[in-house]
């Protein structure tokens, strides 16, 4: 089935990683792939860790969408079209795929979207598939067997606290 973790709240990675855990505890393959992220948060690492779970992140990290320069744009869609389509050509040995963030790259029009939706539109029972990331079209949604939203309601960022390491990342 296909999972949607999305939202302005702190948690969809965090959830995504959950579901990982638990699938790798029962011998399950995992793919938890990540988009507009460097691989270097701490529960990416404990995924590594595990003997069925691989985990991926493009080979460059170009920072912020926003702070991108028209270039860097084009680069991060080169870059990004290439990466989705080796992880979806690899999804196949998986019980689990994990598209960290893809709902942005989505959004930000840096992925191939028909490929993205002829993927989750073949989707057989055998496999799960999750997608997080903030305010998923809605073609995402129609395709989703579960929608969950993170809603934030409070968090120190709004006072001028950064991501805290252990924490948020």
Request: charged share 25%; aromatic share 10%.
């Given at each position: 089935?296909?999972?949607?973790?999305?939202?302005?709240?702190?948690?969809?990675?965090?959830?995504?990683?959950?579901?990982?855990?638990?699938?790798a505890g029962h011998g399950g393959r995992v793919?938890?792939?990540?988009?507009?992220?460097?691989?270097?948060?701490?529960?990416?690492?404990?995924?590594?860790?595990?003997?069925?779970?691989?985990?991926?992140?493009?080979?460059?990290?170009?920072?912020?969408?926003?702070?991108?320069?028209?270039?860097?744009?084009?680069?991060?869609?080169?870059?990004?079209?290439?990466?989705?389509?080796?992880?979806?050509?690899?999804?196949?040995?998986?019980?689990?795929?994990?598209?960290?963030?893809?709902?942005?790259?989505?959004?930000?029009?840096?992925?191939?979207?028909?490929?993205?939706?002829?993927?989750?539109?073949?989707?057989?029972?055998?496999?799960?598939?999750?997608?997080?990331?903030?305010?998923?079209?809605?073609?995402?949604?129609?395709?989703?067997?579960?929608?969950?939203?993170?809603?934030?309601?409070?968090?120190?960022?709004?006072r001028g606290v950064i991501a805290r390491e252990?924490?948020?990342?």
């Open positions: 089935m296909i999972h949607i973790y999305h939202g302005d709240g702190k948690g969809k990675t965090t959830a995504a990683c959950g579901l990982s855990l638990r699938m793919l938890f792939a990540q988009f507009f992220k460097d691989g270097s948060s701490g529960e990416v690492a404990a995924l590594a860790s595990l003997p069925t779970v691989e985990t991926r992140h493009p080979a460059v990290h170009f920072g912020r969408y926003g702070t991108l320069t028209e270039p860097e744009r084009g680069q991060l869609r080169t870059c990004y079209r290439a990466y989705l389509a080796d992880v979806l050509a690899e999804a196949e040995a998986y019980d689990l795929v994990v598209l960290d963030e893809v709902v942005s790259a989505y959004n930000y029009h840096v992925i191939d979207r028909e490929a993205l939706l002829n993927f989750l539109r073949a989707q057989g029972p055998r496999r799960e598939i999750v997608l997080t990331g903030r305010a998923p079209a809605p073609e995402l949604l129609e395709l989703a067997d579960y929608v969950t939203e993170m809603r934030k309601q409070k968090h120190p960022f709004d252990r924490v948020e990342y």
